[in-house]
């Protein structure tokens, strides 16, 4: 009887819960998306859209110079990533450790500077790493050089660049998770003589893999698309996913390119994704799906 | 819950500083909604012609051409009335059926207009465009750091190994591959397709050669001397050369990349009137020279440049002489070429 | 000595974090000292000024655009916060048909370009009518802020135990009593996490607001585009000090308001 009865009553909650999330997203995620899959099916007549149907776009996907930028571009996000990861987890442990006041005061910290125009933050990169900048100063003061090094305009400062804008994307997470683990457990563990490493390898890691996992979406993703960090940092030197899209977007004007493009990324991110959750197992546990 | 309060406070301050802002806004005269070039006109200009006139300008800005075509595309018709195309998307945007047929007898100062920049081949009897402001893809160079006797009047001096990783060149694919195409002699706009195989060749061996792209601010990076020579546009040539006296500039022989942004007024405009009112005060002398003063751009307005002081007149990176304008070349629209362009380019920025 | 390895660990652990901070304080310290110099290059300090601080341009459209950030900013955090939470927690709790599509979609804002759902949303407002202006800002915004909230969501509620829910609701509480007593404050760090990004990736948005925006809303980053045109020069310095100086500010005051002793 009681079984019936809660197996009834599921439909207002599921409801409440994700028709906003269900119909905001039809509405104004699925059209985009239906636009950029009939855009890619179109072609131009070299500056504006004409309406014939055609595959040429997918097939100029197939382009050895546009392979070898894809390839880039992940290892790329990949490094990135991993720097947040491994840059950004010790950090998360110390504030999810913190005291209730600390907490607040160390989590309203880090967000703090991203609410200055990221652009102009990376130009302040650019001021500290140049040929005259700070970080080259001081080394031939202490002589540690005797001729600026270059920095800027590197594959490094690409890196640099992609890892400050990108790790509260990384922290944010791995501390949401971080904080709910069971201090006792952690306790239990020392205490039944496991040394730290062990512990933090066989408990502390797997139960806090779904911030892990969520927090390398969010950078993993956006990083493939972050044209100005390559073209502040890098000089534009070595094109990402990005600057790809946006140059078919831009200057070259060819949406229907610049569309297949973007499908064929997102149909790689949710391979990507597939992949992960048949192989890595359950993705229920990690809470993403 | 303290802190969504204070958030809340702040979100209702907003509220009420954009209320009083829309407030204060109000005129008799109505409206202008003007969609221009970010750092384009002088906030004094737009507040002189207010006063003259007592319409509201409502301004927006757009950092591409591309950006503008697809927000007036895709905005309501007539959301906008005047806009500010460069010379190619003049062309495409008459082909597109945007831009109204002017009536020539409702500006009065037409004939400040230096007559070289009327007639354009983008728009062959200007009846759709009223040019504005300019500049040509110039050579910027760091005397102290180039060998005696370079001369870049000649393109070709760019692709000399010396220069190895020193270099900052404009952002822009069409400029690359079509002075390196000028350099072999081949057009400007290039189509043939095997000319085009060897400017790729040819471009491939500029590369090592650059260390930033960068359309924005390229002078930074050759006023601190990190890089010897920059293919720039003239304004900012001009900002370069008056910020550090070892830099000199140079006009290339074989012509020069030109780009001279326009004056429209889009064809289903809400206030057509108060356009034509508006173009017409700023071709006026004196807000020229306003204009003039405070962007120094390739000026076609022949009338207000006269009214500039010598130094002004005398900076050949301002004041560009006409028989090198004369050489230059203009974007077009070259086809489905293009296709081709950005896999040359996808190829040289990989 | 175990204590003495555990207070070595905690000071290692505190000068691992201000290195962290260092390292995102580092350019806005620059820009802080930049905004004083004489020079205008950016690259060399050459001299103290507050000349850029007066020559700030003292017009109320650039009060006016950072007014409008900021309550574009916290409506639309608020809106892809309830919204994004709701989801994570539904979504987590139920199986339902139609679920492995909202999973697809909620990865598309974040795959998609900017440029390209900019000017989709704008072709969407068109043909719905909803006025440009603030109100398609805020509804871009949270579009784009959703999943943020949603992935840092669910790293809170993964291996969420369920059983505490079931206890509450034995106890004779209602399912709304229930999520607003035991579930929300167990998941209450991952909701303010998840809000966070959201406030961040509104305040610092650019392309999708070029698009969504209409005549005379412009927006804090869109004005410093404009003012970056031809090169970062010490004014925007100028201008991203005094914001900075006021966020901090606005941040100090509501912290301190926290501190306050509250009873009940």
Known sequence: ??????????????????????????????????????????????????????????????????????????????????????????????????????????????????????????????????????????????????????????????????????????????????????????????????????????????????????????????????????????????????????????????????????????????????????????????GVM | MKRGKVILLTAVAAVLLSGLAACGGTQKNGTLNLFIWTEYIPDSVIEGFEKETGIDVQMQTFSS?????????????????????????????????????????????????????????????????????????????????????????????????????????????RSIVGITALSMGYDFNETDETKLGEVKEKMLTLKPNIKSFDSDSPKTLMITEETAVGLMWSGEAALALSENENLDIAFPEKGMY???????????????????????????????????????????????????????KNNKAIVIPPEEIAKGYYVKNIGKTVDLYSEIWAEFTK | MRNRRKKFGSVLSNIYSYLVYLFLYLPIFVVLLFSFNTSKRNIVFEGFTFEWYLRLPDNDSLLNAYGNTLFVGCISTVIATVIGTLASYGMSKYKFKGKGIIDILLYIPVVIPEIVLGISLLAIFNLSNVPMGLTSLIIAHATFSIPFVVFTVNARLAGFDRSVEEAAMDLGAGRLKTFFTVTLPIIMPGVISGAFLAFTLSVDDIIISFFTTGPGSNTFPLKVMELTKTGVTPDVYALTTIVFIVTVAVTFLSQRDKKKPVKG
């Open chain 2, 65 to 173: 051409n591309e950006e503008m075509l697809a927000k007036v595309q895709g905005s309501n018709p007539g959301a906008y009335d005047i806009v500010v195309p460069s010379d190619y998307m003049v062309e495409n945007m008459i082909s597109q059926d945007i831009l109204l047929e002017m009536d020539e007898s409702q500006l009065t100062n037409l004939g400040n207009l230096d007559p070289a920049y009327l007639n354009p081949s983008y728009d062959p009897e200007s009846k759709y465009s009223i040019p504005y402001m300019g500049g040509a893809g110039v050579i910027v160079y760091n005397k102290n750091m180039v060998e005696e006797g370079a001369d870049f009047t000649d393109y070709d001096e760019l692709f000399k190994t010396v220069y190895n990783n020193s270099m900052v060149v404009l952002d822009d694919f």
């Open chain 2, 258 to 312: 030109l780009f001279l942004d326009n004056l429209c007024i889009t064809k289903d405009a809400k206030n057509a009137d108060n356009a034509y009112k508006f173009i017409d005060y700023v071709l006026k002398a004196e807000v020229n020279k306003e204009i003039s003063t405070e962007f120094p751009y390739l000026n076609p307005n022949s009338a207000g440049v006269a009214l500039m002081e010598d130094a002004y």
């Open chain 1, 1 to 286: 009887m009681k079984k019936n009865y809660k197996a009834r009553n599921k439909t207002i909650p599921l409801l409440t819960t994700v028709s906003p999330v269900a119909v905001w997203l039809i509405l104004l995620v699925a059209a985009p998306l239906l636009y950029v899959l009939f855009l890619s099916f179109l072609s131009t007549d070299g500056y504006n859209v004409v309406f014939r149907f055609t595959f040429d776009n997918y097939k100029n996907l197939i382009n050895p110079t546009y392979m070898e930028i894809y390839a880039n571009s992940f290892l790329i996000a990949f490094f990135t990533t991993l720097i947040c990861i491994l840059a950004g987890y010790p950090f998360a442990y110390h504030m999810a450790l913190a005291g209730k006041k600390k907490k607040a005061v160390m989590m309203v910290m880090l967000m703090v500077p991203f609410w200055t125009n990221s652009l102009i933050r990376l130009n302040g990169w650019k001021t500290i790493l140049g040929k005259t900048g700070f970080v080259n100063t001081l080394l031939l003061n202490l002589e540690m050089i005797h001729e600026p090094v270059e920095i800027l305009y590197t594959r490094g400062a690409v890196l640099l660049g992609m890892v400050y804008t990108l790790i509260p994307y990384m922290i944010l997470p791995l501390f949401a998770s971080i904080d709910k683990l069971d201090r006792s457990l952690l306790e239990a563990s020392n205490d039944l003589g496991a040394n730290k490493v062990k512990t933090f390898l066989h408990v502390t890691l797997p139960l806090t893999f779904a911030g892990i996992f969520s927090g390398s979406i969010m950078i993993f993703i956006p990083s493939l698309g972050y044209f100005f960090v390559s073209d502040i940092m890098g000089g534009g030197k070595s094109q990402l996913i990005g600057n790809l899209i946006e140059t078919q977007f831009k200057a070259a004007n060819n949406w229907p390119l610049g569309a297949s493009l973007s499908m064929m990324l997102i149909f790689l991110i949710l391979i990507m994704v597939t992949v992960y959750k048949k192989s890595g197992g359950n993705m229920e546990d990690l």
